[in-house]
């Protein structure tokens, strides 16, 4: 979890991330509809996009680094002589899914874990980029997609930035939560030890063993199963945020018909 924190903190800081103050100009203003509700962005906000490539890169965040990881990925991108291949991206609090737009076929399933920074970047001003992990080994890889306008790759990287905040949220309350349940079960036993004790000193020596009645606190002591059954269903709960659980909830940016060609370079 430290991890994760680390991250929101980077990608928060990072200069690609719009601030409030930012829209002053016509071309830096977010689309309307990029976030309405928390609700939305616990499904899945979506985002068409057109995948650039991946190169690797030595250090999980910093924003050196992934400005020369974007400027080689483009470069190699423009060298080549095939389209680029359109995809659609998936961001929810659990992570990006990659999904080609075209096929509906699955490319990645990015655990919000696994990320560690993500960028608007500032001189290919229609590119965001994220670095993570890679899944199959310590690897660590830049990813960059064009999009079709700078304020869409703002409002990526500005979702990715809220999706941290909210899978922080999440865990934050799931914590707080188990302990009430620690608690909760210490006060119990407590409150039956003393009950028992007691009973003991009352009951003649020649006496049954006590049997507590339905409505005796020891006849409801939190079992250990119930415990295991409480936490399967909070991460069941949990599970459920997934952002492919409710697709007709899903609503995709509306973008202007883009022409494909070669990327705009800032002097």
């Not at 999706?163 to 914590?175: G, P, Y």
């Not at 945020?241 to 883009?258: A, C, E, F, G, V």
Request: overall charge positive; aromatic content about 6%; some cysteine.
């Amino acid at each position: 979890m430290d991890a994760l924190k680390s991250a929101g903190r980077a990608i928060i800081k990072s200069p690609g991330v719009p601030r409030h103050t930012w829209g002053t100009t016509k071309h830096e203003k977010l689309p309307e509809n990029w976030t309405d509700t928390k609700e939305t962005l616990l499904e899945g906000m979506v985002f068409n996009v057109k995948y650039l490539g991946m190169t690797l890169v030595g250090q999980p965040k910093g924003e050196d680094m992934a400005s020369a990881a974007i400027h080689r990925i483009v470069a190699t991108a423009r060298a080549g002589a095939k389209k680029f291949r359109k995809v659609t991206l998936t961001v929810s609090p659990k992570g990006i899914i990659i999904t080609d737009t075209e096929t509906a076929d699955l490319i990645e399933n990015v655990s919000i874990y696994r990320i560690s920074y993500c960028t608007a970047d500032k001189t290919q001003d229609k590119v965001f980029a994220y670095v993570s992990q890679s899944q199959f080994n310590e690897t660590l890889e830049c990813h960059a997609f064009l999009c079709q306008k700078r304020k869409i790759a703002q409002a990526v990287t500005l979702t990715v930035a809220q999706a941290f905040k909210v899978a922080l949220d999440l865990w934050e309350i799931a914590q707080e939560d188990k302990s009430k349940k620690g608690r909760t079960c210490c006060s119990c036993a407590a409150s039956d030890g003393q009950t028992e004790m007691m009973e003991k000193q009352c009951v003649p020596a020649a006496s049954p063993p006590h049997v507590p009645s339905p409505s005796h606190p020891a006849a409801h002591k939190p079992t250990a199963m119930e415990g295991k059954l409480r936490r399967s269903f909070f991460s069941a709960s949990l599970s459920s945020l997934s952002p492919r659980s409710n697709p007709t909830r899903r609503r995709p940016i509306k973008h202007d018909s883009w022409q494909h060609g070669g990327i705009e370079v800032r002097n």
